[in-house]
């Protein structure tokens, strides 16, 4: 289980650089200006974070299920030694509709969420749904899993984070093909409604312009971003779903939150 004392004496992870990395800029439909934003919601937390079904309460909207996934993969990373030092955790439910909220940020440490928001896909995974998922270079579809955060640098896209997948053959090749988390004038709800669906990217979870910069410094320098669709496929596969570790974190919830077996 994860526990804010454990993270106060764990040693934050440091990724390499990456010298002249940089992201591709992103095709996009027009979009109006974004919305004035909401001012992140956030709840009080008991001293101790015992498993994943705090954060159930802290952000309601969630699926429960994805939840657990996501806690038990980030333990399972950090059994293994990534991400020891990890205070905040993003997880993204691409089952949910691009309209909608499925993009929340949570502080570990404080117990609190600090924001719940929408997120582009990318082109090739769908329209309002996202339904096709790829490690493979100029697929311009998202990857699902668990990746843990680099350093931040201003490219095309402004101000961006660099992200390193940690799951062999599902995201391990963010890096190379510039899977990046950034800002996008196309993540406008407003202007998504008029669309059917919110403008996409190249395969990198895009955010709103507006909200950006303050997300991206949150997350960056070996935090966790947690990317979910119902794959069985993956699921099934995940070493990260399936380690000691995450199974231990699973065991405490209802079967459903359990990744299929054999």
């Not at 993204?92 to 609190?112: E, H, K, M, N």
């Not at 668990?146 to 799951?167: A, I, K």
């Not at 196309?186 to 669906?197: K, S």
């Not at 966790?224 to 399936?242: E, G, H, I, K, M």
Request: charged share 20%; with cysteine.
């Amino acid at each position: 289980m994860f526990k804010p004392r454990y993270l106060l004496l764990a040693s934050v992870l440091l990724l390499p650089a990456v010298p002249g990395f940089g992201a591709r800029k992103d095709r996009a439909p027009a979009a109006a200006p974004s919305p004035t934003p909401p001012a992140p919601s956030s709840a009080s937390t008991p001293a101790a974070l015992e498993d994943s079904r705090f954060l159930s309460h802290l952000a309601p909207g969630a699926d429960p299920k994805v939840l657990g996934l996501a806690v038990a993969a980030m333990e399972c990373a950090q059994a293994s030694g990534v991400g020891t030092g990890a205070r905040r955790l993003a997880v993204i439910d691409y089952s949910r509709p691009s309209l909608l909220p499925r993009l929340w940020v949570f502080d570990l440490q404080a117990g609190t969420l600090l924001y719940e928001e929408v997120v582009a896909h990318g082109q090739g995974s769908g329209d309002n749904l996202a339904t096709r998922f790829s490690n493979l270079d100029g697929s311009h579809q998202s990857s699902l899993g668990l990746f843990v955060t680099g350093d931040t640098y201003v490219g095309r896209n402004g101000y961006s984070m660099r992200m390193q997948g940690l799951e062999p053959g599902v995201n391990d090749a963010a890096m190379a093909r510039a899977i990046v988390m950034h800002g996008a004038p196309y993540v406008d709800p407003a202007q998504g409604r008029r669309m059917g669906r919110l403008g996409r990217s190249w395969g990198c979870p895009a955010v709103r312009s507006a909200v950006a910069r303050p997300i991206i410094d949150l997350l960056k320098d070996g935090q966790f971003v947690f990317s979910y669709y119902p794959d069985q496929d993956w699921l099934t596969r995940s070493a990260l779903l399936n380690c000691p570790a995450a199974r231990l974190q699973l065991a405490r919830h209802p079967a459903d939150a359990r990744p299929p077996s054999g």
